[in-house]
């Protein structure tokens, strides 16, 4: 969520929908995993859960310190600081990809799947079809909430993209960021 806000804070819808887009398709891909036993192998596995855990801290640290720098380049005024917004702001299938690999590296959407959508599947239906429909509908509310969280976002962004208010929340998303990727890092199952 401090992914989407931050993207729809700075660059608006434009860089907001490919963000959600990606990361609800990395979301599906896990539940298709989950029912495939892909991800029951990520959860058995202490080297595969140590293997993606380690990736999504790092994307996310890495993302953290991107957004501290793009804090600290604003702040010192660089060329980056007066860019226009369109100028600033990913392409759609940079924000697209950058959603999807958060998705895929976070070792607990996987653990997630296994653990929910089992519960969910009656005995008498086919495991791989009924956990692609429920995740379909998960997706589905996934979207219209955090693209209607976005819209909301996207119409005070004349606000969040002020200077010092950009500057900011630079600086707390990457603070969050950071954080949540340390906690990815250091946590245990």
Not at 85 to 99: H, I, Y
Not at 158 to 182: D, H, I, P, Q, Y
Request: proline share 4%; aromatic share 10%; hydrophobic share 55%.
């Amino acid at each position: 969520m401090a992914l989407i806000l931050r993207r729809t804070a700075l660059h608006g819808m434009r860089t907001a929908v490919p963000l959600v887009l990606g990361l609800e398709l990395g979301l599906y891909l896990w539940a298709l995993a989950a029912a495939a036993g892909f991800a029951a192998l990520v959860a058995a596995s202490e080297a595969a859960y140590w293997t993606l855990k380690v990736a999504g801290a790092c994307v996310l640290i890495y993302l953290g310190v991107r957004a501290w720098l793009a804090a600290w380049r604003e702040r010192r005024g660089g060329p980056h600081a007066e860019a226009p917004l369109e100028d600033r702001g990913p392409g759609a299938v940079k924000a697209f990809a950058e959603g999807l690999v958060v998705q895929l590296a976070n070792p607990k959407a996987a653990v997630f799947m296994i653990a929910f959508y089992p519960q969910f599947v009656p005995s008498s239906e086919p495991l791989f079809r009924t956990t692609a429909v429920l995740a379909l509908l998960q997706v589905g509310i996934e979207l219209v909430f955090y693209l209607t969280l976005a819209a909301f976002v996207a119409r005070a962004g004349a606000w969040f993209r002020r200077s010092e208010v950009r500057r900011r929340l630079e600086a707390v998303s990457g603070t969050v960021l950071v954080g949540l990727g340390l906690r990815v890092g250091l946590s245990s199952r």
